[in-house]
T-cell receptor, first 114, second 115 residues
Framework: EPEVTQTPSHQVTQMGQEVILRCVPI?????FYWYRQILGQKVEFLVS????????KSEIFDDQFSVERPDGSNFTLKIRSTKLEDSAMYFC????????????FGQGTRLTVV | KNQVEQSPQSLIILEGKNCTLQ??????????LRWYKQDTGRGPVSLTI?????NTKSNGRYTATLDADTKQSSLHITASQLSDSASYIC??????????????FGDGTTLTVKP
């Protein structure tokens, strides 16, 4: 069964460092998403991406965040200068069509900023 | 104020019993309402997707209902199993062509099924 894969599963970084979280969406999907979940809190939408550009983003997705689809398979989330409060689980998801089809989530990358 | 509110916050039931989880939302208009199951430390898994014009959607032992007039949705789980223990999340998606289009997640209901 096709699945969304995320690497690494756990990333520890020092405050102020840049991190890149990687995702391989399901191959024939067109829409890609990043979410985050701070420990013990609800999932929060960060950004959606379609046709090589951001289609929607939340208030959380400020200038320190960026997304990229550098090739036909990878979808990355970059955090330029990490802060302690960026520590969270980051989920990537993909869907074939944005509106009414199922979104498949990866297993997440746990980011710990120290 | 959270635009998607779920109740109860947590629920404990015995294996084999049924249960119903509630979701009230204020998000409007919306494209679809989804229910997800999230096991601890894992990514959410889609259970049902309903557009605003649908009243009910089933997926095995899971049945979701939607009342767009009262802005309420419910997820009914039949004949619960131990593996149903998880967080159940209600998510409302705004239409694509609005500037504020995005997903709004509820806080989830933590369900524990005991033998």
């Amino acid at each position: 069964e096709p699945e969304v894969t995320q690497t690494p599963s756990h990333q520890v970084t020092q405050m102020g460092q840049e991190v890149i979280l990687r995702c391989v969406p399901i191959s024939n999907h067109l829409y890609f998403y990043w979410y985050r979940q701070i420990l013990g809190q609800k999932v929060e939408f960060l950004v959606s991406f379609y046709n090589n550009e951001i289609s929607e983003k939340s208030e959380i997705f400020d200038d320190q965040f960026s997304v990229e689809r550098p090739d036909g398979s990878n979808f990355t989330l970059k955090i330029r200068s990490t802060k302690l409060e960026d520590s969270a689980m980051y989920f990537c998801a993909s869907s074939g069509d944005r509106e009414n089809t199922e979104a498949f989530f990866g297993q997440g990358t746990r980011l710990t900023v120290v | 104020k959270n635009q998607v509110e779920q109740s109860p916050q947590s629920l404990i039931i015995l294996e084999g019993k049924n249960c119903t989880l509630q979701c009230n939302y204020t998000v409007s208009p919306f494209s679809n309402l989804r229910w997800y199951k999230q096991d601890t430390g894992r990514g959410p898994v889609s259970l049902t997707i309903m557009t605003f014009s649908e009243n009910t959607k089933s997926n095995g032992r899971y049945t979701a209902t939607l009342d767009a007039d009262t802005k309420q949705s419910s997820l009914h789980i039949t004949a619960s199993q131990l593996s149903d223990s998880a967080s159940y999340i209600c998510v409302v998606n705004l239409p694509h062509n609005t500037n504020a289009g995005k997903s709004t997640f509820g806080d989830g209901t933590t369900l524990t099924v005991k033998p």
